[in-house]
Structures are given as structure tokens and as C-alpha cells.
Nanobody
Framework: QVYLVESGGGSVQHGGSLRLSCKLSGANFGLVTMAWYRQGPENERELVGSITPEHTTEYVDSVKARFTISRDNIRRMTYLQMNDLRPEDTAKYFC?????????WGQGTQVTVSS
């Protein structure tokens, strides 16, 4: 069974920074693309960005130049560094991967940005 566990959420003021972490177990980390999604209180879940095993990254336009996704293939960790946070970034953030045709999600971690 694949498990994803996020950590690092919290509350910050506009312009602040947070770093989210995601630990994967139960799958070959070096073979899977990892992604971060978020879901605000009145929004659908949206893709924030992703990183391939080769460390190629993609981001939604609204977070480009502010957020950075990285991974440590030895520690099986994925990170989301969020800088210059804005109130509209307030959401629950989820780690995601797809393995052997199945989708796996973490439990999510809350990020709240105050103005």
C-alpha cells in the first residue's frame, strides 16, 4: 500500500514563507512523478505543480516564481517551498502520486495566509 504523509503547514502573514514536506512509502519513489494540489474553502482541488523522477518541474501560472517543488530520491521526500505567500494561497495542500494505475493522496496540510 502507498502512503503519503504531509507536514509543514501553518499560518503566516502576507509575504511570508512556508515549506511543506511529503514522505512517500510503499512505492518505488524513483519511478513516480510527485505533485502538489490544493483546495480552498470554496474551490475545487487544483494542481499546484509537479516534479518528475528526473526533477523536471511544472507549475500553475499563479504560483510560478513564488513556489518551488523539489525532491530527494534517497529520502523519498518531496518538498514545496512557498515564498511571497498571498491570502489567495490559503488552502489545504495535498501531496499526490500515481502508481500502477492508481491515485494516492496524502491527508493534506492546512496553509492559511492572512492579509
Amino acid at each position: 500500500q502507498v502512503y503519503l504523509v504531509e507536514s509543514g503547514g501553518g499560518s503566516v502573514q502576507h509575504g511570508g514563507s512556508l515549506r511543506l514536506s511529503c514522505k512517500l512509502s510503499g512505492a518505488n519513489f524513483g519511478l513516480v512523478t510527485m505533485a502538489w494540489y490544493r483546495q480552498g474553502p470554496e474551490n475545487e482541488r487544483e494542481l499546484v505543480g509537479s516534479i518528475t523522477p528526473e526533477h523536471t518541474t511544472e507549475y500553475v501560472d499563479s504560483v510560478k516564481a513564488r513556489f518551488t517543488i523539489s525532491r530527494d530520491n534517497i529520502r523519498r521526500m518531496t518538498y514545496l517551498q512557498m515564498n511571497d505567500l498571498r491570502p489567495e494561497d490559503t488552502a489545504k495542500y495535498f501531496c499526490y502520486t500515481r502508481n500502477r494505475g492508481r491515485d494516492f493522496w496524502g491527508q493534506g496540510t492546512q496553509v492559511t495566509v492572512s492579509s
